[in-house]
């Protein structure tokens, strides 16, 4: 009989989800019977990657965002009993879901929650420290203090410098036993392809920014000569495609429609979230970051990138398309990097 797992990614934006696939796809060949949970988009995206997979529903964090960017700490703190609430909820989710299971083990992707004292339970993040302004120290600390409960925390970057994550996904805090390097996880392969479009538009993360993001490039790259492809990162129930001048415009795109639009593609426009990152790192692109405002992850690996100079950056507010002129000025994401030992890491369960 195949050991059961059950891999729960967070649903704030779909980067957990996506980073996921490869996860899933290696338990599968592993002969374990991977049991997907979480709720919104995440969930919905798995579904249509892995329909013949089990599903269950977690509960919703509900997190609310805000048009101003400096308002976005002060906000999620305001949300933090919410927060509180629905780590409870999926704690109780959790043991119900690995009595009803008989599950072997848990992967929870930044949930707190899921994980349980009888079976091995995997807490993954790229985030050892988490960035806050001044409040960081505070909010790594927390944070720590969450992750070591879990019995290992595997980390989707290279243990060495250079790394994909710099500060973010490095600490001397957490006992190193605890800690695996898994590489850069992306569900993309890098391919050979004729240049289809000059300019990728790849949009994710949550609302209000996506939509405000959406309305700023298409104000701007109406000024620009050449194809340009939209990917909304809207998960809806049926997929939609519309052209109008020189843009193609969809809603959303699977896994496998994604990698050849992206291999398709000269320059990609896009959010500098971390499952952004190792996708296009993956596939050896060239990028333009817009991090989403407020965000001090993203505005921190944008500049990262950028000092290291493979990739240009800017605000939301202050993007035009001569921005792009410096493109040629970067070398692009370019790291190489291998599957991780599988056996050994899947001897924990």
Not at 17 to 39: G, H, K, M, Q, V
Not at 64 to 75: D, R
Not at 282 to 296: R, V
Request: aromatic share 10%; proline share 5%.
């Amino acid at each position: 009989m195949k050991k059961k797992i059950l891999i729960a990614p967070l649903n704030w934006g779909i980067g957990h989800a996506t980073r996921c696939i490869p996860i899933i796809n290696w338990l599968i060949d592993y002969n374990f019977e991977p049991i997907i949970a979480s709720d919104g988009d995440a969930l919905h995206l798995l579904k249509k990657e892995f329909p013949e997979l089990k599903h269950e529903t977690l509960p919703s964090y509900d997190i609310e965002y805000t048009k101003k960017g400096a308002n976005l700490k002060w906000k999620l703190l305001a949300q933090t009993p919410k927060v509180i609430k629905a780590k409870k909820a999926e704690k109780k989710a959790t043991a119900t879901l690995v009595e009803k299971h008989k599950l072997s083990g848990i992967i929870s992707d930044n949930r707190f929650g899921v994980r349980h004292n009888s079976i091995p339970s995997v807490f993954i993040t790229h985030q050892l420290n988490v960035l806050s302004g001044n409040t960081s120290q505070l909010s790594s600390k927390l944070h720590q203090s969450l992750m070591t409960k879990f019995n290992a925390i595997w980390v989707p970057d290279f243990k060495n410098e250079p790394s994909l994550s710099g500060k973010l996904g490095h600490t001397n805090e957490i006992d190193s036993f605890k800690i695996t390097y898994l590489g850069p996880l992306s569900r993309l392969s890098k391919a050979e392809c004729e240049i289809k479009y000059d300019i990728m538009v790849l949009i994710s993360g949550p609302e209000p920014q996506r939509s405000l993001l959406i309305e700023k490039l298409f104000k701007e790259l109406k000024h620009y000569n050449g194809n340009i492809i939209f990917i909304k990162g809207i998960i809806e129930p049926e997929q939609t495609c519309e052209t109008f001048g020189q843009f193609t415009v969809y809603n959303f795109m699977t896994s496998k429609a994604l990698e050849k639009t992206i291999n398709s593609s000269n320059l990609i426009i896009c959010r500098s979230g971390y499952t952004t990152v190792m996708d296009l790192t993956k596939l050896g692109k060239k990028a333009f970051f817009i991090p989403t405002p407020g965000q001090f992850e993203q505005e921190y690996l944008a500049n990262y990138f950028e000092t290291l100079k493979l990739a240009p950056t800017c605000s939301q507010e202050e993007f035009t398309v001569d921005k792009l002129k410096s493109i040629d000025n970067y070398s692009g994401l370019n790291m190489v990097y291998n599957n991780p030992n599988l056996d050994c890491l899947f001897s924990l369960f």
